[in-house]
C-alpha cells in the first residue's frame, strides 16, 4: 500500500493538530508503514478508504491514526543510568526527606507499553523494602489508550524480555503462559495507569518527586517543549527531580531548571 502527497499531508496536520507531534515529509514512509498495518486491521482495501474514513467519518478513526502514528519504543531498564542514578542517589536522599509523611510518587510521562513504570517498580521492591510501609505512587501516562491498555495488560513478548531485563528480574517477577511472560500482581499493583495528553490541562494527581519525561520532546517544536517543561516545573515537588532523554535538554528551550551531572547521566532540578 502507498500513501497520496494529499492523504500524507491530511495525516502530518492531523497529528501535529491534536498532539503537537510533528512529521516532516522525511517521515512519511512511517506513514505509510503504519498506516497500512491499521488499514489491514480495519479490513479497508488501501490507506486511501482509511483516511478517507477519518477525513468525513467519527473520530474514533482519527483517533486510531494518531496513535498509530505516536512512536511507542520502550524497553525495560531503558538507558540504565537512570535507575543507577534514583538507586545510589536519589531514593536515598528522597526517602529521609519523606520519612515523616511515608509519601513517594514517581511520574513516568509517555510510558508507552509499561516497561518504565514496571521497571521503576521492581527497583522498588529489590532496593527498598522499606517502602513497603509507604504509601508509594507510580503512574503512568500516555497519550494512547491502546497501549495503556496493553500496559495494564502486563503480558510481554520474549523479544520484550530480551532487551535490558535482567535474568534474575524475569525468573522473579514474571510467569510463562504460552509463549508470553505475565507480570506478577505484586508489580501490576504499584503502577496506575491514566490517558494524558501533554499538550492538554493536567492536574489530576499529587505533586510527583521523580518525573520520567525521557525521549518525548523530541517530537515537539520549541514552544510545545517550553510549555510541557513550565507545567512541569509548576507541578514537582520543589525538591524533585526529572529525568529527560539523552538527546533532550532544558538548556535555551525553558527556564527555571537547573542541570546537574553525574559521572554517566544527568537530571534536572528546580533552580530555588
Request: with cysteine.
Given at each position: 500500500m502507498s500513501v497520496s502527497p494529499a492523504d500524507a499531508a491530511f495525516v502530518r496536520e492531523l497529528v501535529l493538530r491534536c498532539s503537537?507531534?510533528?512529521?516532516?515529509?522525511?517521515?512519511?514512509?512511517?506513514?505509510?508503514?503504519?498506516?497500512?498495518?491499521?488499514?489491514?486491521?480495519?479490513?479497508?482495501?488501501?490507506?486511501?478508504?482509511?483516511?478517507?474514513?477519518?477525513?468525513?467519518?467519527?473520530?474514533?478513526?482519527?483517533?486510531?491514526?494518531?496513535?498509530?502514528?505516536?512512536?511507542?519504543?520502550?524497553?525495560?531498564?531503558?538507558?540504565?543510568?537512570?535507575?543507577?542514578?534514583?538507586?545510589?542517589?536519589?531514593?536515598?536522599?528522597?526517602?529521609?526527606?519523606?520519612?515523616?509523611?511515608?509519601?513517594?510518587?514517581?511520574?513516568?510521562?509517555?510510558?508507552?507499553?509499561?516497561?518504565?513504570?514496571?521497571?521503576?517498580?521492581?527497583?522498588?521492591?529489590?532496593?527498598?523494602?522499606?517502602?513497603?510501609?509507604?504509601?508509594?505512587?507510580?503512574?503512568?501516562?500516555?497519550?494512547?489508550?491502546?497501549?495503556?491498555?496493553?500496559?495494564?495488560?502486563?503480558?510481554?513478548?520474549?523479544?520484550?524480555m530480551n532487551r535490558g531485563l535482567p535474568a534474575r528480574l524475569l525468573t522473579k517477577y514474571f510467569t510463562k503462559v504460552g509463549l508470553h511472560w505475565q507480570l506478577n500482581p505484586e508489580v501490576r499493583r504499584l503502577v496506575e495507569y491514566r490517558q494524558l495528553n501533554l499538550i492538554e490541562p493536567w492536574s489530576f494527581f499529587p505533586k510527583p518527586d521523580i518525573v520520567f519525561l525521557r525521549n518525548v520532546l523530541i517530537y515537539f517544536d520549541v514552544q510545545t517543549k517550553r510549555t510541557i517543561l513550565d507545567r512541569v516545573r509548576q507541578t514537582i515537588a520543589k525538591d524533585g527531580v526529572l529525568f529527560l532523554g539523552a538527546a533532550e535538554t532544558t538548556l535555551n528551550v525553558a527556564a527555571g531548571w537547573e542541570r546537574v551531572a553525574t559521572d554517566k547521566h544527568s537530571y534536572y532540578q528546580v533552580q530555588l
Open positions: 503537537a507531534i510533528q512529521l516532516d515529509e522525511e517521515k512519511d514512509y512511517l506513514i505509510e508503514m503504519r498506516l497500512a498495518q491499521l488499514a489491514r486491521e480495519q479490513g479497508l482495501a488501501d490507506i486511501a478508504a482509511l483516511v478517507s474514513r477519518a477525513r468525513s467519518g467519527p473520530r474514533d478513526m482519527s483517533v486510531k491514526i494518531i496513535e498509530a502514528m505516536t512512536t511507542h519504543e520502550t524497553t525495560f531498564f531503558r538507558d540504565l543510568q537512570p535507575f543507577e542514578i534514583m538507586r545510589l542517589t536519589l531514593l536515598p536522599r528522597l526517602i529521609a526527606a519523606r520519612a515523616a509523611q511515608r509519601t513517594l510518587t514517581i511520574w513516568s510521562a509517555g510510558c508507552s507499553s509499561g516497561q518504565e513504570p514496571y521497571s521503576i517498580a521492581m527497583m522498588l521492591l529489590e532496593q527498598f523494602p522499606v517502602l513497603s510501609a509507604w504509601k508509594v505512587s507510580i503512574i503512568g501516562t500516555d497519550l494512547s489508550e491502546q497501549v495503556l491498555a496493553r500496559a495494564r495488560e502486563a503480558t510481554f513478548k520474549q523479544m520484550d
